[in-house]
């Protein structure tokens, strides 16, 4: 090994936007940069097991974590901003969306973060929550249910029943905001999706256009930084042919060899997700929100990938950036940093990915390819039937494509109203979901120059001004439903 050797480190985060095994005290010690500081307080909420049978696991319950603060609120008036927390420990969250506390300090808001059933500490049945058929509960109709109760509850709790309900989220939160105002416009008078894939995951789209664009930011910086990205993955595809396993050991620093093309798949993904996670997170300024990431990482790789001939040290010391921030590693284990799932983006480790392994293997369709000719990355298939044939026999389940298109309205949202979709160019995410406005009231705000949901970040000297405008639009359309809902509650209230 080099003395330049930039080596691969365990604090591995993929999409999902895992979170994977981090203790509490960890998300106090590193919020992102620009946020405010609110004084969150950890509560746990008495759930329904199942909301849809009503002999089912003796209408058990469980707890369920949510933070609150009420430190901006006017009580029993102001509005009441509800994050609908994805796949992941929702303290990671709530310190990573800084927009929602700012936004709530000018509004005179509560914010409520709620846990998504089986991630972080709301485990519905404890250490066997990811057995056979405990498992079967986690769904998006019963999170969202669980969201739907907290809300009635808790506004009956803090007598807060006149105060209107904005749902905010990010990625697959996102997503649930809109199906919270789709299934519970009652209950939720609007809602803010930042960079929520509700096209790609709903079975919408082309299945090349992820990897596209992961591709397209790198290339936006330099063809040639596309060029050797893919240079480099023939040179390891060349060496692979071969089996030329020890010579790919030592280019990577690999604890053992690789002995299989299922090894070297292996070695493909977890090198393919490097590249995903740099252009999710591509913010101009430095962050710990799923792994640590310099500012502008794909300006970084870029320039890593193009510092000399040696393409390979070049790819590894790339992914180096996402997998060794530290560089304390002394081998990279394949197996235990990276684990292939129903997800070709990456489900991420510890028991957050098993959720989302389960949950991409029933409703939420993630079918994304590499090809190395729409793309800079090897040829990595995921059909539908490759998804069969992995989630039958990993969790025994058959997946319902085009379930949440016929559940939640797919592209046919028209008749909606009151959401944002907000999106940011950098994101590959972002052409899974809505980029056109499609009425007054169903707006899609895009960011110039943004990644993944950057709108939802707290303020930074750093920020684009792009996402500067975008923030105010969002403040703007949530004063006005606020104002709008309060009315009707108001008008509702005086007729009793």
Known sequence: MTAGLILFTVTVAVFCDALHG???????????????????????????????????????????????????????????????????????????????????????????????????????????SFNIPEVGLLTVEQALADYALMIRELKEQLAASHCPVIVFGGSYGGMLSVYMRLKYPNMVAGALAASAPILSTAGLGDARQFFRDVTADFENISPECRDAVRGAFHLLKQLADRQDYSGIQSEFALCKPPASPQDIQQLYGLLRNAFTMMAMLDYPYSTSFMGNMPANPVKVACGTMLRGLDLLANLRDTAGIVY???????????????????????????????????????????CFESNNVTDMFPPMAFTEKDREAYCSKRWAVAPRPGWLQIQFWGDALS??????????????????????????????????????????????????????????????????????????????????
């Open 22 to 128: 981090l203790s509490h005290t960890y998300f106090q010690a590193t919020k992102s940069a620009g946020s405010s500081d609110p004084q969150f307080t950890e509560k746990f909420f008495t759930q329904t097991l199942d909301h849809f049978n009503f002999n089912s696991m003796g209408n058990g319950t469980f707890s369920q974590r949510y933070l609150i603060t009420d430190q901006y609120w006017k009580k029993g008036y102001g509005p009441i901003f509800f994050y609908t927390g994805n796949e992941g420990n929702i303290w990671e969250f709530a310190l990573n969306s800084g927009f929602i506390t700012e936004l709530a300090a000018q509004q005179q808001a509560l914010v409520i973060f709620a846990e998504h059933r089986y991630y972080g500490q709301s485990l519905p049945f404890g250490k066997e």
């Open 415 to 496: 008749t909606a109203n009151n959401i944002i979709f907000s999106n940011g160019d950098l994101d590959p995410w972002a052409n899974g979901g809505v980029r056109k406005s499609l009425s007054s009231s169903l707006v899609a705000l895009n960011i110039s120059g943004g990644a993944h949901h950057l709108d939802l970040r707290g303020s930074n000297d750093s920020d684009p001004a792009s996402v500067v405008r975008v923030r105010k639009a969002e403040a703007e359309l949530i004063a006005q439903w606020v104002k709008m809902e309060r009315n009707r509650l108001t008008a509702a209230y005086t007729q009793l």
């Open 324 to 366: 060794n921030s530290t560089g304390l590693l002394t081998c990279f284990d394949l197996y235990s940093l990276y684990v292939q799932c129903a997800d070709p983006t990456g489900c991420g480790l510890g028991l957050d990915s098993l959720a989302w392994d389960y949950q991409a293997c029933t409703e939420v369709e993630l």
